[in-house]
């Protein structure tokens, strides 16, 4: 026979299998899918100052990633693994002249890409880490 308190002991053991299959695991992993046709535009860089009025911008148009740091666009194929983001191919660029503060930071963006971030999706946020430098950005 079976009672009320069974039945609650098993709705609430049922709860929380569906909970932990909703969400109970923080190991979501970013994709490149998650990524594509979205344009991403920094708020906040740690680390590393960035050039006074400048930003930024990280376009991702299927398996490709575009970078400007304030003058030039870069842009290569790209790849995640194991959260961590980074070109995988020759990376191509714009030949604007800039000022060597603007030519050093697409410089430093240009490397950072090349070796590699972490990357994490929140929402409309992507951050993305190496060791002491965080890049925040915003969904544009």
Known sequence: MITRIHCFAVAVGLAG?????????????????????????????????????????????DDKLSAEAGCNTMSAPYVIEDDLMSWDGEV???????????????????????????VELDGDTLTLTHEDETIELAKS
């Open 17 to 61: 299998v569906l909970l932990t299959g909703c969400g109970g695991d923080s190991d979501n992993e970013t994709t490149a899918a998650d990524l594509n046709g979205s344009t991403f535009t920094s708020t906040e860089v740690d680390g590393h100052d960035l050039v006074e009025g400048s930003k930024i911008t990280l376009t991702f148009d």
């Open 92 to 118: 191509a660029a714009t030949m604007m002249a800039c000022s060597d503060e603007l030519t050093a930071q697409d410089a430093w963006l240009t490397d950072l890409l090349k070796t590699g971030v972490d």
